[in-house]
RNA sequence: UACCCCGUGGUGUAAUGGUAGCACAACAGUUUUUGGUACUGUUUGUCUUGGUUCGAAUCCAGGCGGGGUAGCCA
């Protein structure tokens, strides 16, 4: 499956676009670009923008440019653009030597404000920020002129070049577009371009005491970089006759057509910037990179594959419609392509003492297993059997119904690669009634884990020699909130309620079969007959490997049990 | 209640005036040395009312419902 590179997409951008080169627009170049704000990590709804642009340039033998938009130093910071740059590569994708600032073009931002006070569409306000809302009306009241909206361009340029040295107090000035006060559309009614703010730029640091405005900005780096097609969320169409007013207004010659889609939701999670770093700083989450978190640095940790989040985007499509994906759909994605390509393993999380009361005391047996039956290019490997081997807890019942194909007292089951074992005693603590260890024999004939008399064994567990075993920590999670749509509260930062309190289980006394001993930081297993896994970069400083668990695997099992 | 956008199974989407299809989910079964994977089958849909047309999910009009917009944020 994977690329599904034949499976031509068909979605009303990408047949826009076509539509736009069968009419011979930008005489045939595709040229989109990824424009994030370094004020917060990149989260999975980022993704469908990186996918969808940097896919439709790839599909159009076209361009992609990544550009941060840091057009606001105080919310601004370097931590986000090296987070940003570090998760668009992992996700497989190169804007080769095109990486960007709006912050470039603030030199020529600012010759083009000149412009348009000089052809008198710009002018100087100060009105202060209480009068400047009572001037503006509001969504069923058109606006009124400001008093200072006829000051003459001589003067604007004095006040405006006064405002760029630095000369004024923020909020003291603001630069205005000159439009239509009574615009039904209140981003028409004269919106401010460019205002006084004092603060460092990350990349300009004090080199200016203005900055503009998203609206002013965006369409002329757009038109600057000679983008075609300038694609972003729902939220920002009522801007687009902003947009365009401000590149025909300035007679541009590269003019950029923007087209809005329906930005990811995604059931049990949060994807707002700004409550996604509440979690943060709120330490309800360990960091930007928790595993439960829906960024991209907390899928990667969590051991979610680039693949499987970009096959992901492919399927959820690009419409207008303001919907919620199923987070099952993700959840299918990233087992998908684990399936094919992860390592199986075994792992007892909850272990049980298992003696083979037949089998040689100090024998070992270096028994084959394979690595991956879904591709047989991946080998096999030895694993260790004994006397002394550890199963799940919740592989033995002592009175199982019917249906339970796994150990019980007298029936046998199938050691995985290994051999058949019957359940002959059940030791409990004499105190508690616990049960602390199994005692079995095998069958010496079914090495491997078949019988030469093709006798029908249903279950098959996993299981790791005692001796030869590694300690592991496991951090098993779930979903992180406990209803579907934790962003639809009605009171706004009430959603902290919704959190799941068993989001995360942390196992200390799981153990490994020893091939895993020397397992790398973020390598990904299949834990047989239990999910996906990858090693945790906590390994490193930690005394024992340390897996987070991506994904279960589909249990019927369970699902039957509930 | 101003303006703009959007309504297709439970969810996400396709069909561009001509057989409503795909995926996920759910359910049932086959295969299986993972109760995994694979495979097969089943259930469920065009918001509504009119109109145009031989024919409408698609075009038109009204209604209903959802979303967006009143930062010197992006």
């Not at 040689?360 to 059997?385: C, Y």
Request: charged fraction near 30%; glycine fraction near 4%; include cysteine.
């Amino acid at each position: 499956m994977g690329e599904n590179e034949n499976a031509t997409k068909t979605d009303f951008i990408r047949s826009k676009i076509t539509d736009d080169l069968k009419l011979g627009k930008y005489s045939g170049r595709v040229h989109t670009r990824f424009p994030p704000e370094p004020n917060g990590y990149l989260h999975i709804g980022h993704a469908k923008s990186i996918c969808l642009n940097f896919g439709i340039a790839a599909e159009f033998t076209g361009l992609c440019n990544l550009r941060f938009d840091d057009t606001n130093p105080e919310k601004e910071d370097v931590e986000y653009v090296d987070s940003i740059k570090e998760d668009v590569k992992w996700l497989g994708f190169d804007w080769q030597e095109r990486m960007f600032y709006a912050s470039d073009y603030f030199d020529q931002l600012y010759e083009w404000a000149v412009q348009l006070i000089n052809t008198e569409k710009a002018y100087i306000c100060e009105l202060k920020s209480e009068e400047f809302k009572g001037y503006r009306g509001t969504l069923t009241e058109p606006g009124k002129n400001s008093p200072h909206r006829n000051r003459s361009a001589t003067e604007n340029l004095e006040l405006f070049s006064g405002m760029k040295a630095g000369k004024f107090e923020e909020n003291r000035y603001v630069l205005r577009a000159k439009i239509d006060m009574s615009h039904p559309n209140l981003h028409m009614r004269d919106p401010v371009i460019y205002r006084i703010i004092n603060a460092s730029h990350h990349r300009t640091s004090s080199k200016w005491h203005i900055y503009p405005m998203y609206d002013y900005a965006h369409p002329l780096s757009d038109s600057i970089e000679n983008i075609t097609h300038s694609l972003c969320t729902l939220e920002f169409e009522i801007h687009r006759p902003l947009y365009d007013w401000f590149i025909h207004a300035l007679e541009l010659e590269s003019r950029p057509q923007q087209t809005e889609f329906a930005r990811l939701n995604l059931t049990y999670t949060i994807m707002s910037k700004r409550k996604l770093l509440e979690l943060v700083t709120e330490k309800l989450v360990h960091g930007w990179d928790d595993p439960r978190m829906p960024t991209i640095c907390g899928l990667r940790r969590r051991g979610y594959s680039p693949n499987s989040i970009r096959n992901f985007c492919d399927k959820i499509g690009i419409t207008k419609f303001n919907s919620s994906t199923d987070i099952a759909l993700l959840e299918h994605c990233v087992r998908d392509d684990l399936n094919t390509t992860s390592k199986r393993v075994m792992v007892v999380l909850h272990p049980l003492r298992v003696v083979i009361e037949n089998y040689p005391e100090n024998q070992v047996e270096e028994l084959d297993a394979i690595n991956n039956p879904e591709d047989e290019s991946m080998g096999s490997r030895k694993v260790p059997f004994s006397k002394e081997i550890y199963i799940e807890q919740n592989d033995f019942l002592e009175d199982a119904p019917k249906k339970f194909f796994r150990l019980t007292p007298g029936k046998e089951v199938r050691l995985r690669y290994a051999y058949y074992i019957t359940c002959t005693q059940v030791v409990k603590d004499e105190e508690t009634g616990e049960i602390i260890e199994l005692r079995c024999t095998y069958d010496p004939e079914t090495r491997g884990g078949s019988s030469p008399d093709k006798r029908k064994v249903k279950g098959t567990l996993h299981w790791v020699s005692a001796r030869q075993a590694v300690d592991a920590e496991v951090r098993v999670y779930d979903r992180l909130f406990t209803v579907e749509e934790p962003d639809a509260v009605k009171d706004d930062d009430g959603y902290e309620k919704f959190l799941n309190p068993a989001s995360l289980e942390i196992l200390t006394n799981c153990k490994a079969e020893p091939s895993l001993a020397d397992a790398s930081v973020g390598s990904r297993f299949q834990f047989e007959r239990q999910g996906y896994f990858n090693v945790d970069p906590d390994s490193a400083s930690s005394e024992q490997l340390v897996f987070n668990r991506t994904i279960a695997l589909r249990d019927s099992w369970a699902k039957k049990n509930k």
